[in-house]
């Protein structure tokens, strides 16, 4: 693109005067006018496109990143999900590895304790005899304290639905169902209605009807 110099010295070459000479300055002025004018135009466009291509380049850059960002955090509460399940997996397995030892041992106990066959009256009455002033004699000729008419009152509806006398007493100041007129020479009362104060140290075995021992602790009444 030639410039205003250019043009000057281009009239002066074709011997151009007087109005001649302005007429044609005025003219290629105006071209040279009109042609910056549209390379400006050009530089702004080509600019502006740059400026826009670059605007779009960063949303879409901005854009991929907060996908990433989403997809890791996405995939970081999932594996967070997978690593809560599997521990609390394991620990439901635990418990119920625990429940069922519980359960083993309970039926272990039961098979334990339980007669071979019911004993009847008969026989507890025949072992009635045998106890002399609270003692049983063993065949080894030794004699142990043990209470065999002994009343433990567990269920008081099922007690009370047998047609048996259970009525509303008083131990230690707590508020309990009781049997009336059992004829037994002792209860069994649940240590936490007992004070400490009142055990006396001694122990009794206790035989049941179905032949099963266990030990009793004395207290004053």
Not at 138 to 164: H, I, W, Y
């Amino acid at each position: 693109m030639a410039t205003m110099e250019e043009i000057v010295k281009q009239a002066d070459l074709l011997g151009y005067r007087g109005e001649k000479r302005e007429e044609y300055l005025k003219q290629e002025f105006k071209l040279l006018a009109e042609r910056q004018e549209k390379k400006e135009g050009a530089e702004r466009q080509a600019r502006e496109k740059k400026e826009e291509a670059e605007r779009q380049e960063r949303k879409e850059k901005e854009e991929a990143e907060r996908q990433a960002r989403e997809k890791k955090e996405e995939a970081d509460r999932k594996k967070r999900l997978e690593l809560e399940k599997m521990k609390l997996d394991a620990e439901m397995k635990l418990l119920q590895a625990k429940i069922e030892a519980v359960k083993t041992t309970e039926v272990n106990t039961a098979e334990v304790r339980k007669p071979a066959e019911s004993p009847t009256m008969e026989v507890a009455d025949d072992l009635q005899r045998e106890v002399e002033g609270g003692m049983l004699k063993l065949a080894s000729g030794k004699s142990v304290p043990v209470m065999t008419n002994c009343a433990a009152l567990r269920d008081p509806e099922k007690t009370r639905s047998l047609g048996l006398p259970v009525l509303k007493g008083e131990i230690g100041g707590c508020e309990v169902y009781v049997m009336r007129d059992t004829g037994c020479e002792g209860v069994v009362v649940r240590k936490q209605l007992v004070d400490a104060s009142q055990l006396t140290g001694q122990i009794a075995n206790k035989m049941t009807y179905f032949m099963w021992m266990d030990y009793i602790i004395k207290a004053l009444t």
